[in-house]
């Protein structure tokens, strides 16, 4: 586990070199709250990884699509901890997000079929700046966009853990299911080999 | 492929710019109408031309505009003509005016006016969804993790472009640089006597890595105007005229702003419509002296300029310096107002206004000679669009 950020407000010289961190520092006016000890996840039998917290602690607005929609679909099977990636029947192109057609051959015949629980991380942004007064006080938190190896598919989700922590592209991420309700989850990621 | 130009080169003109006051988010003491009518209203006054003689409008994504009744307020003789572009926010305000001087070419109207005003109260464009009720829809994948503004978007792109093409962040702070440098020369421009050193970029708050404070775009209230007509009717009017070579507007294929699944991902998607662009202008990057290019944010300001063609990407570090992008002495000359950072937000429109200064010889910051000018719209949504104006 590394070490938990620490607040510092102290200016640094004038002329200091620019450094990401201590900027990101000195620009905190909220002290972040004390991040949690406790393990990111637990594993269930089956080895998926299921988030202990809801992160930003659920501060942010859920999804709620209608159900049969096709993001109900994806968010349900999240929930019993499967990471979808829709397919198209036809020409086995596979698409994320979710099309009511395929946009690669135009057919509508699509399903949804589970792919691994891993990838790698194609880009990511810390977010230091929220309009949302309950996100305020949690800043900073990491968003990525993660690589499952397929053509047109990527996923955007929270890398969970130490915000402050340098991320490198290519780092190899695994999901984590966070439970919204009893019917869906959302899909978030944590570092393979990082912190339990 | 397109490889002509229907509209031919100097058929239609610029005649007529008009600005209101440019106030800081929510200072407006106007609503947005008033300010359309006065910024229409003076770019009558700098053509020459009486408000009852136009007859079209066009504008692009999120007008709130109210097209008939702004008709009877101006007292037109005729409405023949009005056209706005889907989506992409700013990405339509080259294409705008490409739908203006289309109209005027095909002869559905003569003088058409491009316009956008702006009083950013309730609506805040650049604010996302992070808080309220349950999402539904693609964004139920981006809201819940807090991706789901323009900014956060377009830093994942920037994020990126940086790591292919090993860009560092000095190069978004020259062009946060260049565009203050020029706004303190602009007495019109909102950060007007509010000079930024690199010492205060660096110092300044983080809202998105890799975006500082100053590398995004503000929060503007204003409203501006351009009046288009036949090159051939500029010549009984007012002001020396700026002739339109050419507009282009489009997408690469699938790009959506808030898709992150597309490729090419880390771009502004300007890939086909610069190539178009200059096609249809039978020009060539270096043949432009000036260019004014939409900052959302300066990541996407850096895509749009190396996809038109001005720098390699491999090059970035070295043609992103504040010394290549300043007015007077300057490789490519850039914002030469101050731009969305620090002249004015107005979904880019000002930008134009700022294409015919430099052509008109009128600028706070005159490029030398400057006879061609780019304006690129709307980096990193779709569609985007830019234009190439000369005197």
Known sequence: ?????????????????????????????????????????????????????????????????????????????????????????????????????????????????????????????????????????????????VDVGLSAVRYVGNLLGDPNREVEIGAPVVAVFEHLDEETALVQWTLADGEI | MISGNLIHHRQVALVGVGETAYYKHGESPRGEFELCLEAILRACEDAGLPSRSIDGFASYAF????????????????????????????????????????????GYAETVVVLRSLVQGNVRYG???????????????????????????????????????DVSQEALEAIALASYEHAQRNPRAVMHGRPLTADDYRASRWIVEPFHLFDCCQETCGAAAIILTTSERSADLRQLPVHFLAAAEGSAPGFELFNHSCDPYATANFGTVAKRLFTMAAIAPDDVDVVQVYENFTGGAMMSIIEHGFCDPEEANEFFKLENLIWKSGRLPLNTSGGNLAESYIHGLELVVEAVRQLRGSSTCQVPDASICLVAGGPCTAPVSSLLLCR
């Open chain 2, 63 to 106: 007008d709130n505009t109210n097209v008939p009744r702004l008709a009877g307020a101006l007292g037109l003789e005729e409405l023949r003509y009005s056209n706005m572009v889907w989506w992409g926010g700013g990405g339509g305000v080259a294409a705008a005016v490409g739908n203006a001087a289309a109209a005027i070419a095909a």
């Open chain 2, 127 to 165: 604010a996302g969804r992070a808080s309220g009720p349950a999402v539904t829809g693609s964004m139920a994948y981006l809201v819940p993790h807090g991706m789901s503004t323009p900014a956060q978007s377009i830093a994942l792109r920037t994020r990126r472009f940086m790591f292919e093409h």
């Open chain 1, 1 to 145: 586990m590394s070490v938990p950020h620490q607040p510092d407000r102290t200016t640094p010289p004038a002329g200091q070199p620019h450094n990401r961190d201590d900027a990101a520092r000195r620009n905190t006016s909220i002290s972040p709250p004390e991040r949690p000890h406790e393990p990111l996840f637990r594993r269930t039998p089956d080895g998926a990884r299921i988030a202990t917290a809801r992160y930003l602690g659920g501060a942010l607005p859920v999804p709620e699509p209608p159900p049969g929609s096709l993001h109900h679909q994806f968010l349900r099977a999240a929930r019993q901890h499967q990471l979808m990636v829709q397919r198209c029947q036809r020409c086995e192109s596979s698409q994320f997000p979710p099309e009511v057609i395929c946009r690669a051959c135009q057919s509508m015949g699509l399903e949804w079929v589970e792919i691994e629980p891993t990838g790698t991380v194609y880009t990511w942004a810390r977010v230091f700046h929220s309009s949302n007064p309950a996100v305020r006080v949690q800043l900073p938190y990491l968003g990525v966009v």
